[in-house]
């Protein structure tokens, strides 16, 4: 998939996914909203807000309040790709979340997750 396919994907339709992927492995949708608003800045009112929206995810990213500064300590494959070297800035950020769901349907705590 091209990565202006996945910048143009409504948020409102990926975050489920992101959901039912952690759920699916005994964590929650509380756990995966802590992971969106740590690395975004966004609000839990924020998230609930666009989760109806048709915001592109592209614009998601790009329009964070506060991207957290340690998200650069993520490290790791996803996709077969390592995320510290995907060279187009909001793909990697789109990648980092991904990477982060991952840690969290394998088990990790949230301490780790949230690099504390």
């Not at 998939?1 to 409504?10: A, D, F, L, T």
């Amino acid at each position: 998939m091209s990565n202006e396919k996945v910048y143009k994907m409504e948020f409102a339709k990926v975050y489920p996914l992101l959901v039912n992927k952690a759920v699916r492995k005994g964590r929650t949708k509380e756990e995966v909203d802590e992971i969106i608003r740590w690395l975004t800045g966004y609000s839990q009112n924020d998230l609930e807000e666009m989760s109806g929206t048709s915001i592109g995810y592209g614009d998601f990213f790009q329009n964070a309040p506060a991207l957290n500064e340690n998200r650069k300590l993520i490290k790791g494959v996803v996709c077969g790709v390592r995320v510290e070297e995907i060279q187009e800035p909001l793909m990697q950020e789109i990648r980092y979340l991904d990477k982060l769901i991952d840690e969290l349907s394998k088990g990790k705590s949230m301490d780790k997750i949230l690099r504390k």
